[in-house]
């Protein structure tokens, strides 16, 4: 490998300090506006924290610096609403899990084991590669804040990141109406959000599980009211949090508009009416409700009864930090159903009722709505604050043609076509690169914690957490059988293994030199 020096970006990082107009030149604006309209060779000027103007061949100020957007998509900076941003230092770990083995892991087993440095550490590199990708506000559900220590050290890296953040304050080693009630837990919250900064929110993030019918919960919605502070909680999620849950909360007078609900899936119709009826919003994480099992992700249903959406990617421990991946799922997810439920009818789906289009918006304006922030963000309009993303890579053949702007964001583009991103009027990325956002230090961090943690598992707990049992599975009686003039078959040809084979050779779920289950069964399995 040889290197050579990396090419002059256009525009100086210097150049791109905060303080100096900022003109975006002839993108493909997507402005998420209320009409959705969407400007081809379009600008976008930002001057202070705000877009001032979107329009054709704008006039800048004088001292503005230029971003060629040619070949390129603006479009808002997107939001997520529900990221447990501490658990990014685990990142990965967790591919294979049911939602079961998370709650073994973190609850019953290790959750305990993380020290406020390493909350700091998996919401700083957490936060950095949420700005990095494009996603410029970002809700931490922050439900391991054993201490309030562990809740500074969540805050202090919220802060040392220039991205756009809500923590959302919860504690799983405790009971909401414990740990809301405790002096330190007032007194952190009147020490660090006196007032309203649209740069860092509060929300109180816990659940309402079926347990108690005399609804202990209630103190700590009453805490929530009396700090203003809106709740976010994980609904719908099968056999964890129900129906019930919906009913008390509702019955009881907490279900508002701020609220939001995560996941919102396996909940029965009159649980959706009563979200629609006070003007709650649905947090969709579709990466998780497919492979850990929350319900199949209701956008269908959510559609059907009016419930706002935003989206979400609910943890690094197993899945993407992009919203390219949540908007991709999300809309493969839906039309899934679709199909699905056309077939069980013997029907063909020949309109798809999702588009690309509603996705896109629910990354950016449903996730404004979501938190009570519509005029501030979502959308590139004169007068909002200046979350921008500029998706354009000249080195990818990805990029072209770009004809369908929704469906290039959504089915096309990846985190790395993110060439610039701005946050509240400051430049945070350029040309693919990071600025002043603290890569280094975030891994240095996370280094620390794994380190950490690996001791505390010992070798044998770490391994085995990373790979759960898996159930054995029968390979059906097959009616046909598989011979071709008198040769062996099934695809591997002689010699080689099948499932169930064994032999000195590998089988069925051990990987290694030769192929198994799966690959056309070979003569013999029963
Ligand atoms: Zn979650």
New binding site residues.
Partial sequence: MTTSPAPAPAVADEELAPGRPVVFRNGTVLTMDEGHHVLRGGDVLVTGERIAAVGHALAAPAGAVEIDATGGIVMPGMIDT?R?MWQSAMRGYGADWTLTQYFVWNYLQWGKSFRPQDIYAGNLVSAVEAIDAGVTTSVD?SHNLQTTEHAEAALAALREVPGRFVLGYGNIQAAPWEWSAAPEFRDFVSRNFTGSDDMLGFQMAFDVPPASPDFPEKAAFEVARELGAPVTT?AGVWKVTTDEGIRLMHEHGFMTPGTVY??AASLSTDSYHRIAATGGSASL?TE?ECSAGQGYPPTWKLRQHGIPVSLSM??SVWWSGDLFSAMRATLSADRAMEHLEAHARDETVTHHKLRAEQVVSWATRGGAHALGLDSVIGSLEPGKKADIVLIKNDNSPAMVPLLHPYGHVVFQAQRADVHTVMVNGRVVKHDHRLIGAGLARARQAVEQTVEYLQGELGPEAWTEGMHPEIPETRVLNNPYTYTYGGHDAGGQGGGHDAAGQGGGHDAAGQGGGHDAAGQGGGGGAS
């Fill in positions: 529900h447990h559900w994980h995560v996941h994480s998780s609910d943890t």
